[in-house]
T-cell receptor, first 114, second 116 residues
Framework: DAGVIQSPRHEVTEMGQEVTLRCKPISGHNSLFWYRQTMMRGLELLIYFNNNVPIDDSGMPEDRFSAKMPNASFSTLKIQPSEPRDSAVYFC????????????FGPGTRLTVT | AQKVTQAQTEISVVEKEDVTLDCVYETRDTTYYLFWYKQPPSGELVFLIRRNSFDEQNEISGRYSWNFQKSTSSFNFTITASQVVDSAVYFCALSEGGTSGSRLTFGEGTQLTVNP
């Protein structure tokens, strides 16, 4: 399996622009997670889905952030409008009960907002 | 609320030394999972191990071993005969509820540097 796939790997954008991060989970996994990693806050969960349904979005910073999972093989995290404080590495992870609960992470998207 | 504490921010050792990374957790659930992940300089997060709350058996995998003690709410990770390639940030994490769709709460991580 190719593992969790994220795109783009790097994104540099100007404040106020819309940013869309993409994730393809491991085939057969039914849970998908979006995390953000910063030096100040460490690794924090933004939102997660079970069977394409958002379960907990309490970690989403504010209304500027939104996430969708239209089908079992694709999810997006959108920031609109972006701000410099959104600069971070965004990780997508997937897991499945059938495969032991552990979450497998994608390579991450390094976002820089100038 | 669940919490994971990794008190050691940075550890530096010389190659071939043994090193133990500490992890202490807090949870009100009786069913939970504990994890260790490795984040090398390249940035990806690599899964190392998962333990459930009902299995306190220690585990060994090559040079890696894990000591899970519910009495002290600890899940420590030992690397035997450390190597330069072990240099990375190591994260301990906790998942409550015992389901695949449960959030991971991460500790702050321990930066391990293994010097030649």
């Amino acid at each position: 399996d190719a593992g969790v796939i994220q795109s783009p790997r790097h994104e540099v954008t100007e404040m106020g622009q819309e940013v869309t991060l993409r994730c393809k989970p491991i085939s057969g996994h039914n849970s998908l997670f979006w995390y953000r990693q910063t030096m100040m806050r460490g690794l924090e969960l933004l939102i997660y889905f079970n069977n394409n349904v958002p379960i907990d979005d309490s970690g989403m910073p504010e209304d500027r952030f939104s996430a969708k999972m239209p089908n079992a093989s694709f999810s997006t995290l959108k920031i609109q409008p972006s701000e410099p404080r959104d600069s971070a590495v965004y990780f997508c992870a997937s897991s499945s009960r059938e495969y032991g609960y552990e979450q497998y992470f994608g390579p991450g998207t390094r976002l820089t907002v100038t | 609320a669940q919490k994971v504490t990794q008190a050691q921010t940075e550890i530096s050792v010389v190659e071939k030394e043994d090193v133990t990374l500490d992890c202490v957790y807090e949870t009100r659930d009786t069913t939970y999972y504990l994890f260790w992940y490795k984040q090398p300089p390249s940035g990806e997060l690599v899964f190392l191990i998962r333990r459930n709350s009902f299995d306190e058996q220690n585990e060994i995998s090559g040079r890696y071993s894990w000591n899970f003690q519910k009495s002290t709410s600890s899940f420590n990770f030992t690397i035997t005969a450390s190597q330069v390639v072990d240099s990375a940030v190591y994260f301990c994490a906790l998942s409550e509820g015992g389901t695949s769709g449960s959030r991971l709460t991460f500790g702050e991580g321990t930066q391990l540097t293994v010097n030649p």
